[in-house]
Nanobody
Framework: QVQLVESGGGLVQAGGSLRLSCAASGSIFSINTMGWYRQAPGKQRELVAEISSSGSTNYVDSVKGRFTISRDNAKNTVYLQMNSLKPEDTDVYYC??????????????WGQGTQVTVSS
């Protein structure tokens, strides 16, 4: 069974920084893209940033220049460094690893979510 475990959320003042981590564990053969999504109550979950196994990245426009996604392939871990945080960044942040190859074949996996709250 593959699990994604997130950490690093919390409460921070506007302009501050947080670093999220997401570690994948289990009988993993390969992981390609890993990404971070966020979701506010009553809204659709949206992609924040994603990174391929080769290091190619993609960001939603609202976080470009403020957030940086990175990964450690040896540890199956993805990070999201969030700087210059704004109140509108307040959301539950979810880690996703689509099409992970494990003993179960190809499956999509989500983390449990971590709350990020930015106060003004």
């Amino acid at each position: 069974q593959v699990q994604l475990v997130e950490s690093g959320g919390g409460l921070v003042q506007a302009g501050g920084s947080l670093r999220l981590s997401c570690a994948a564990s289990g009988s993993i053969f390969s992981i390609n893209t890993m990404g971070w999504y966020r979701q506010a109550p009553g809204k659709q979950r949206e992609l924040v940033a994603e990174i391929s196994s080769s290091g190619s990245t993609n960001y939603v426009d609202s976080v470009k220049g403020r957030f940086t996604i990175s990964r450690d392939n040896a540890k199956n871990t993805v990070y999201l460094q969030m700087n210059s945080l704004k109140p509108e960044d307040t959301d539950v942040y979810y880690c996703k690893a689509p099409r992970v190859l494990s003993r179960n074949g190809y499956c999509d996996y989500w983390g449990q979510g971590t709350q990020v709250t930015v106060s003004s």
